[in-house]
């Protein structure tokens, strides 16, 4: 997963948003945070569940945001106000939350668990 994340970030080098689903514990936290080391970043990457948000440095800005906790829907309107600009690399764990205010995402990738390991589908 790091080897193909190190070799992805290039297409996010002029932002865009990553929306990533899957089962708890199938690893969304565990990719953004080989991305956001693959795109330049030292700061330590860990699941913004309780926080919603956290934000990264790094050859563009980068916003992780973690939606499992959100009340409504609505509630993404504020973060996107916020957060979801021009230029910014925005990655969004569990987007079937708010799924119809979420702008159009360049990659949905969805984690899934195999017999012998983890699985991921990119969709464009």
């Not at 994340?5 to 945070?33: E, I, N, R």
């Not at 829907?73 to 799924?99: N, Q, R």
Request: glycine share 8%; charged share 20%; net charge neutral.
């Amino acid at each position: 997963m790091r080897a193909w994340a190190k070799a992805w970030a290039a297409s996010l080098h002029h932002g865009g948003v990553l929306c990533l689903s899957g089962p708890l514990g199938a690893g969304k936290t565990t990719l953004v945070s080989f991305l956001v080391e693959a795109l330049g970043s030292k700061d330590l990457v860990s699941s913004p569940t309780f926080a919603l948000v956290h934000e990264y440095s790094g050859m563009v800005p980068m916003v992780h945001m973690d939606l499992y906790r959100l009340g409504t829907a609505e509630e993404f309107l504020e973060l996107e106000e916020i957060y979801i600009k021009p230029g910014v690399v925005v990655f969004i764990e569990w987007p079937e939350k708010a799924a119809q205010y979420l702008p159009t995402p360049t990659f949905q990738l969805h984690l899934s668990f195999l017999s012998r390991g983890r699985r991921l589908e990119v969709r464009p």
